[in-house]
Antibody
Framework: EVQLVESGGGLVQPGGSLRLSCAASGFTFSSYAMHWVRQAPGKGLEYVSA????????YYANSVKGRFTISRDNSKNTLYLQMGSLRAEDMAVYYC??????????????????WGQGTLVTVSS | DIQMTQSPSSLSASVGDRVTITCRAS??????LNWYQQKPGKAPKLLIY???SLQSGVPSRFSGSGSGTDFTLTISSLQPEDFATYYC???????????FGQGTKLEIK
């Protein structure tokens, strides 16, 4: 059974740092790109960051670029999100998600087929 | 960046109704469109991928259609467990920027 379990959320002061982890099991972690998505209280889903299966490529939304760093340890089946210079607007539930793929009609199609339960990050003084 | 716009933002319907939610992309995304369902306090759940393919385990009353810029999610006969928020997502971008629509909240009438 595929499982993604986030941890590391909590209360942090503005300007502070926090590292989120996402422990994966039930699949070959090193074969899949992974993503972080967040959801502020009462708001919609916001794409945050992505990392390729081998860690060689990363992407960040403009809202977190330069402040957040995504990484992975394929030997530990774990995804990370290092968050720095945290702001009130970073307060959200952070989800990790696996990028599943499907091959059809001559193309690969991608989706987030498994999600963790989420971890809450609260930014407040 | 590709922008995704859903309509309506909220919708009231009754059990047994047929419901359609629309998603429009700011540029052509072929069939690189996914639909998710989210219930309060829970993670999103994949319903439809590649615009019209039903994810394993998802009831057949859910269907997706469209290509290019215009897409629809249809629930043929609403069940009590279907009242939730629905999001579309494009996966066309080559830079992993798989943006979401703003969501459609489906409520009981």
């Amino acid at each position: 059974e595929v499982q993604l379990v986030e941890s590391g959320g909590g209360l942090v002061q503005p300007g502070g740092s926090l590292r989120l982890s996402c422990a994966a099991s039930g699949f070959t972690f090193s074969s899949y790109a992974m993503h972080w998505v967040r959801q502020a209280p009462g708001k919609g889903l916001e794409y945050v960051s992505a990392i390729s299966s081998n860690g060689g490529s990363t992407y960040y939304a403009n809202s977190v670029k330069g402040r957040f760093t995504i990484s992975r340890d394929n030997s530990k089946n774990t995804l990370y999100l290092q968050m720095g210079s945290l702001r009130a607007e970073d307060m959200a539930v952070y989800y990790c998600a696996r990028e599943g793929y499907y091959y059809g009609s001559g193309s690969y199609y991608f989706s987030f087929d498994y999600w963790g339960q989420g971890t809450l990050v609260t930014v407040s003084s | 960046d590709i922008q995704m716009t859903q309509s309506p933002s909220s919708l009231s319907a009754s059990v047994g109704d047929r419901v359609t939610i629309t998603c429009r992309a700011s540029q052509s995304i072929s069939s690189y469109l996914n639909w998710y369902q989210q219930k309060p306090g829970k993670a999103p759940k994949l319903l439809i991928y590649a615009a019209s393919s039903l994810q394993s385990g998802v009831p057949s009353r859910f269907s997706g259609s469209g290509s290019g810029t215009d897409f629809t999610l249809t629930i043929s006969s609403l069940q009590p467990e279907d009242f939730a928020t629905y999001y579309c997502q494009q996966s066309y971008s080559t830079s992993y920027m798989y943006t979401f629509g703003q969501g459609t909240k489906l409520e009981i009438k």
